[in-house]
């Protein structure tokens, strides 16, 4: 009895004497188009999914991002308020020391003009 092989081997020559193969080939191409087509929709499934999970991702990661650079101008604007607030008020407390300073410097002058004054009468 032959073997496996040997059983191979007389009925590929079988076949080719009768045109077997074209009949073999055909009904295993069809599977394997239906498998090429099946395979490639659910590459192309699985590529549409990964596109809109990382659409999805980086549009919530824009999101935080936005809120966080709206949250931190919105703490610069608060800041900016109470230094402008702050500074008006100490500009004004500046002024009035200096005006102070210079009234008592003008009386300082005026009553050291008002001494040269009356030293060079008596003189």
Excluded: C
């Excluded at 295993?28 to 590459?43: A, D, G, I, K, Y």
């Excluded at 549409?48 to 610069?76: C, D, I």
């Excluded at 500046?94 to 009386?107: G, V």
């Excluded at 009553?111 to 009468?121: D, L, V």
Aim: zero cysteines; proline letters at 2%.
């Amino acid at each position: 009895m032959p073997n496996w092989a040997e059983r191979r081997y007389l009925a590929d020559i079988a076949l080719g004497n009768v045109r077997g193969h074209r009949f073999i080939e055909e009904n295993t191409q069809r599977p394997l188009e239906h498998l090429r087509e099946m395979n490639s929709e659910r590459v192309q499934s699985d590529l549409v999914n990964r596109v809109q999970e990382s659409r999805a991702q980086f549009g919530s990661e824009m999101r935080k991002t936005l809120l966080e650079m709206v949250r931190v101008a919105e703490q610069a604007l608060e800041r900016a308020r109470a230094a402008k607030t702050a500074g008006s008020e100490a500009a004004l407390a500046e002024i009035d020391r200096l005006e102070k300073i210079e009234r008592e410097l003008q009386a300082w002058i005026d009553s050291r003009n008002a001494n040269n004054a009356g030293q060079a009468f008596r003189e």
